[in-house]
Nanobody, 119 residues
Framework: QVQLVESGGALVQAGGSLRLSCAAS??????????MGWFRQAPGKEREFVAA????????YYTDSVKGRFTISRDNAKNTVTLQMNSLKPEDTAVYYC??????????WGQGTQVTVSS
């Protein structure tokens, strides 16, 4: 059983910062074999890609709307991936989900954490 548990969501004012964390666990889960990503889903909208990081941590990817504001990182020793979010905007309001993707296509999702940015 693989578990991804997100934390760090909160209510914050526009211009503020939040740091989301995702902790991965599982008896047969080798964290360093998985690319990790963050997605978000706003009310009434489809889930969208936010950021991703390769299994080794050597490559990162961002959707255009968060480039320069968000930073994804991982700690393979602690089985965690974080999303540092700065200069938050009301349009960043959403439930943020962590996922883990193996090269074989195996995919796991967390339960999500709410981020609300007030104007």
């Amino acid at each position: 059983q693989v578990q991804l548990v997100e934390s760090g969501g909160a209510l914050v004012q526009a211009g503020g910062s939040l740091r989301l964390s995702c902790a991965a666990s599982g008896r047969t889960f080798t964290f360093s074999h998985y690319a990790m990503g963050w997605f978000r889903q706003a009310p009434g909208k489809e889930r969208e890609f936010v950021a991703a990081i390769s299994a080794s941590g050597g490559r990162t990817y961002y959707t255009d709307s968060v480039k320069g504001r968000f930073t994804i990182s991982r700690d393979n020793a602690k089985n965690t991936v974080t999303l540092q979010m700065n200069s938050l905007k009301p349009e960043d309001t959403a439930v943020y989900y962590c996922n883990a993707r193996h090269i074989t296509g195996t995919l796991y999702w967390g339960q999500g954490t709410q981020v609300t940015v007030s104007s």
